[in-house]
């Protein structure tokens, strides 16, 4: 048997579980029940183009967020011995390991008005804070679950970076500041791309974490899709098309950050 007939099954399965699945968005996205042609659907999307914007206001405040925390996670990581590396990157990545399901509702418990945390400011004798089903609430899930996604890529790029770059800007008289602002963050750029992609794309198009720690008051894509789908307000054409124009919008973002990390990566000589 030629090693290209071992493909066979792979293909098959995307086949049956991508493409298939893909070809009936297009054909409802622009067709009525009827099954006639029409481009209604896509006008019926300006209705909720509040949603869009909150979708993507919140999957990028989440993703700015999991920069803020993931960078630095990252970089003190690869500067310390590989011993304690890999204790880190298990700590990391050890929520992964269980049920994304089971860790939204972990937060439930912990944010709710009765949860861990109003718990422990009472007793403290700090007033209690209203989270749960908030926005807020949302963006905490969402950091959470997605925040291994952007340590990891930043982690694994530092990690590749030729050592002798650092020694020659340290000879050469650099200042540590100076080595990581003109030498780490430039060559690092790509693992922050990577990381904004894994992160923002799953994070725009989540509905778990909306429909447990938002309650029902926070409406994102994912839900306003799962609506179209299975909700009352049951119409399948008009969420075709707008998980279309969402897999438009995440292509076109993913490809602008594939472009600029290759320009990263030209511009520091890689």
């Known amino acids: 048997m030629k090693p290209k007939h071992f493909t066979i099954p792979y293909i098959g399965w995307m086949a049956v579980f991508v493409v298939t699945p893909i070809i009936l968005i297009f054909v409802y996205a622009f067709t009525t029940a009827a099954g006639e042609f029409t481009l209604a659907n896509f006008a019926r999307i300006a209705a909720f183009r509040s949603v869009f914007v909150n979708s993507f206001r919140l999957a990028l405040i989440a993703t700015l967020i999991c920069i803020v925390i993931g960078y630095p996670v990252a970089y003190i990581l690869s500067r310390e011995v590989m011993r304690v590396q890999r204790l880190i990157i298990m700590l990391v990545m050890l929520p992964l390991w269980m049920n994304f399901l089971l860790r939204t509702y972990a937060w439930m418990s912990i944010l709710e008005n ?157």
């Open 114 to 270: 009765t949860g861990l945390l109003n718990r422990f400011l009472a007793f403290v004798g700090l007033p209690t804070l209203r989270i749960i089903n908030t926005q807020v609430a949302v963006v905490i899930g969402m950091v959470y679950n997605f925040l291994p996604f952007m340590i990891l890529p930043i982690y694994s790029v530092i990690m590749k970076i030729d050592k002798s770059l650092l020694e020659s800007a340290r000879d050469l008289g650099a200042p540590p500041l100076a080595v990581f602002s003109k030498v780490v963050f430039p060559l690092s750029l790509p693992g922050v791309l990577s990381g904004m992609t894994m992160v923002f794309v799953p994070a725009v198009s989540t509905f778990v974490i909306t429909q447990l720690l938002g309650g029902g008051m926070v409406i994102l894509l994912g839900d306003l899709i799962e609506m179209q789908f299975l909700g009352a307000a049951f119409n399948p054409h008009v969420g075709s098309a707008v998980a279309l124009v969402m897999m438009f919008i995440v292509i076109v973002f993913m490809y602008v950050m594939n472009k600029f990390g290759g320009g990263e990566e030209r511009a520091v000589g890689l």
